[in-house]
């Protein structure tokens, strides 16, 4: 095979006048039997351009996903290919070693075409992997360490979600493996450089994908874990190097120091709430949870409370290590042993961090008046939900105040303490976020006679006169409040129609687009709890439709949908003469 010539093809590759002739040249050598070794021999060769190089990466990774897989015994596709067995047989001995040479930008592609070949070889045609890996990783040249690294991970991520039985031959692998990596991570532990933490990082990936889904017992058990969870406890409790401090705070999550005190968060979270927390583990892991709730719990709820500390002084904390804190406590609140040891430092987690985490902020504000759209899609995406420190800290609180005994009452207190404050006395921020509070515990409360027969006059003493608020936010939070107490039995209905034309204006006439999506999504369960509604809102349906297709247009917001659909549903008879506007608006959406 003339080497140079594929070289040259995927040089042209990359210039737009010769792409197309380029393409079509390698498309008509894919098929020789030995172009997958020969692209890899270019990706792995430091004489040939960089670029070219990663075109080479990215052509390979493309032949592996297409022509990897063996032809299945009832395949009758004529024109089936698959990569000839001597040419794998190449591929497979030389792509962990070209994982390790190749710069980043070529060993992602690289580790993408290995995670293919462990989906269909491992460990049926390849168990050689594991001796590979173990090699390098063993090996006293530091520089091997980390792509052998990256190499394990692919054969991580094949089992992480494998049942205990199906996972037998990793398991077997992780035996000999999983000690040799706590050696390396004691012996880099110390060592806060950049390569140093980047090397921690990758082996505490490695070590969720063996826990994430089962627990491998004769791996990780009392003999074992003890060393392990001091490791992780010390790299969550370590400081970062000053230099860390010297980057803008929206750009610390990607630092490799907080990844690893991210990593190091799952970690210590998949034991507590998967393996260890009474109220969720399968009987197989009881002995486990005994044996982890005597041992480490009230060690790792000491160092996150530390953790806590830090940030109640100030200091930077990152979210995702901020969240997993609380995702952690939320499972400690119905824990007896492990609440005893929360309980004392409740309030003070409530009132100095989750009570400022849940006011409108600055971060907010910024956000709202640049880019008002992104607002919306944070506030309302699911998925930003699953990893939100807010979300945790608020269902943490929502957790104390309906579990544990003693608590919701001191958190009223404290916030109608901030409602009763004269306006002029008060930061409106901290009123959106005694308002944000109260709505959270919103079912509780209606639960409870006490504040249950004091919700309407909240809402009529606390709530209404933010409709005319000159911040946008309140406004906003007015509706929220009124989407979250929509359930209540009001006395008056005098108080009902006025909340509802409140909503209905904030939808039909506010300027700020946040405000018109919260008033829609309350508008929505206020139709659906109170009987009233539909009839107090029936004069203006034909409005309400209208600029609601003009926000859906605009903020292609998904609960939106589904406020329009209820709508429809409800004033079917109605909005015949709106018809055909709405089929309009409907097809302007393309």
Known sequence: MDVQTFI???????????????????????RLPDFTPCLLQIVMDEAVPIASRQAGAVYLKNCIFKYWKDRDSGDTDVDFYTIPEHAKAIVREHVVNAIIQTPSIISRQLCVCLEQILKHDFPTKWTGIVTTVHAYLASSNE?????????????????????????????????????????RMIGVLANHSLVSVTFQHHILKIFYATMQYTLPLDLINDTT????????????????PPEAAEVEEDDRPQLEWWKCKKWAMHILGRFYDRYASPQNIEKCYTAFSDYYLKTFNAGVI???????EVKRQGNYVSPRVLQGIFNYFVESVEHGGSWKLLKPHFFTIFTDIVFPMMCYSKEDEQLWQDDP????????????????????????????????????DPVMAY????????????????????LHVVGSVADILLKKKMYKDQLESMLVTHVFPEFQSPHGYMRARACWMLHYFSEISFASDANLQFGLQQVVNCLTGDKELPVKVEAAVALQYLIKHQSIAESCIQPCVRLIIQELLVVIKETENDDLTSVLQELIETYSDQISDVAVSLCANLVSFN
């Open 8 to 30: 040259q093809a995927l040089e042209n590759t990359l210039v737009p006048t010769l792409r197309e002739q380029a393409e079509s040249f390698l498309e008509g050598v894919t």
């Open 143 to 183: 520089a091997t360490w980390l792509g052998s690294l990256q190499a394990l991970y692919q054969l991580s991520k094949k089992y992480k979600f494998k049942k205990q039985e199906e996972r037998l031959e990793y398991t077997a692998a992780m035996k000999t493996i999983l000690p040799l990596l706590y050696q």
């Open 225 to 240: 874990l003890p060393s392990w969870m001091i490791v992780l406890q010390t790299i969550v409790e370590r400081p970062l």
């Open 302 to 308: 000491h160092c996150l409370m530390h953790q806590l």
């Open 373 to 408: 759209y992104e607002y919306i899609r944070m506030k309302f995406d699911i998925f930003e939900d699953l990893v939100s420190p807010l979300v945790a800290a608020q269902h943490f609180l929502t957790n104390c105040c309906a579990k544990r005994k003693n608590i919701l």
């Open 415 to 434: 916030c109608v303490h901030i409602l009763d404050t004269p306006a002029e006395q008060r930061d409106p921020t901290r009123k959106d976020g005694a």
